[in-house]
Nanobody, 124 residues
């Protein structure tokens, strides 16, 4: 089992920045692909970003490319999502996810473990 706890969400004005953290415990963090997804009210959960075991490979959803950066610190068992140039349409609950596999997945079904989510609200 892996437990994931997100933090860092909040209210920010458009154009601002936030950094989300995902603290993992329970298994060998360095062997998990880590991903971030988000879900806005009335919408399906959307892929945001993912990162490989070592951090050497990353992938981003089209709507966040160039604005968001995913990273990880295996020594701290933590993954991060740096969000810059935030827009009102980025408002959502952001979820951290973990997959015990080698390949990055862009889909929810590719991840076995999920956090409870953290709310991000961007005001215009």
């Amino acid at each position: 089992q892996v437990q994931l706890v997100e933090s860092g969400g909040g209210l920010v004005q458009a154009g601002g920045s936030l950094r989300l953290s995902c603290a993992a415990s329970g298994r060998t963090f360095s062997r998990f692909v880590m991903g971030w997804f988000r879900q806005a009210p009335g919408k399906e959960r959307e892929f945001v970003a993912a990162i490989s075991w070592t951090g050497g490979r990353t992938s981003y959803g089209d709507s966040v490319k160039g604005r968001f950066t995913i990273s990880r610190d295996n020594a701290k068992n933590t993954a991060y999502l740096q969000m810059n140039s935030l827009k009102p349409e980025d408002t959502a609950v952001y979820y951290c996810a973990a997959a015990q596999k080698a390949a990055i997945s862009l889909y929810e079904y590719g991840y076995e473990y999920w956090g409870q989510g953290t709310q991000v609200t961007v005001s215009s």
